[in-house]
């Protein structure tokens, strides 16, 4: 099980994932609602593993990818995105991040995801 920081700027969305997350044993390091928020909250909390959206204010999700990778390569980041944004998920896919859950979210198919990214 791991630690993860959730980040995404609806409140609802980060609440759904952290019950999610809390159901399949994992612990909560942090929530940030935007991506510069989502940066910081990395460098202080050093996650197992980040949830990131890619549509925030200040700094997208791939931009905050971009800036967690460049500050630590090993970092695990899952992209969460809605459906239709494929380009969005393989420019993740390609800076980085090592998995995507879509939304509206599934808890199988999310706990599957981080089982998987955390094990890799």
Known sequence: ???I???DDTLFMRTLLKNILFSG???IAGEA???DDGVAKYKELKPDLVT???????LNGIEALKAIKEFDPAAKIVMCTAVGQEQMVKLAIK???KGYIIKPFQAPKVL???KNVLAS
Do not use: F, Q, R, W
């Open 25 to 27: 044993g994992h612990t």
């Open 112 to 114: 599957e995801e981080v």
């Open 52 to 58: 990131m959206d890619i549509v925030m204010p200040k």
């Open 33 to 35: 609602g935007d991506g």
């Open 95 to 97: 800076s980085g991040a």
């Open 1 to 3: 099980m791991g630690k």
């Open 5 to 7: 920081l959730i980040v």
